[in-house]
């Protein structure tokens, strides 16, 4: 994956890459070890947050 330098956009994708590996709903698989992509609010904010901080970089 490419990504720019802004601590910014670095520090967004961490938070959100850390919710996911703690995260039960986000880390729910069925019973073949599939994740099933469970909806999970904190994660939608924490990707709407790195996505912003992507386009706000790249201005
Ligand atoms: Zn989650």
Redesign the pocket.
């Known amino acids: 994956m490419l990504f720019d330098d802004s601590p910014r956009v670095k520090e967004a994708f961490i938070t959100l890459a850390d919710?996911?590996i703690r995260?039960r709903?986000?880390m729910a698989m069925d019973a073949e070890g599939v994740n099933l992509d469970l909806p999970?609010e904190?994660?939608d904010r924490l990707n709407e947050a790195f996505k912003q901080a992507r386009r706000t970089a790249a201005v």
Do not use: G, L, R, V
Request: glycine share 0%; proline share 0%.
């Open positions: 919710h996911c995260c709903t986000c999970c904190d994660a």
